[in-house]
C-alpha cells in the first residue's frame, strides 16, 4: 500500500496538473513496482513560498539573489 506525498509551491498548480501527477505517479507504481492503483494513495500539499526554504532563505528571497 504505498504512499506518496508531493510537495509543490502553491504557485497555481492547476487541477488538470495535479490530476496528471495522481495519475502518472500511480502508473509509475505499478509498472516498476507491480503496485495496485486501488491501494496507491498520492497527497499533494501545497506550500506557501514563505514556508518553503532553500539555501537557508525562503524561496522569494532565494529568488531575489539570484
Do not use: C
Amino acid at each position: 500500500m504505498p504512499y506518496v506525498n508531493i510537495k509543490v509551491t502553491d504557485e497555481g498548480v492547476t487541477r488538470e496538473q495535479k490530476a496528471l501527477l495522481i495519475k502518472g505517479i500511480t502508473e509509475l507504481l505499478h509498472t516498476v513496482l507491480d503496485k495496485d492503483p486501488a491501494t496507491t494513495f498520492v497527497v499533494i500539499d501545497e506550500v506557501d513560498l514563505a514556508n518553503w526554504g532553500v539555501g537557508g532563505l525562503n524561496v522569494e528571497e532565494y529568488r531575489n539573489r539570484s
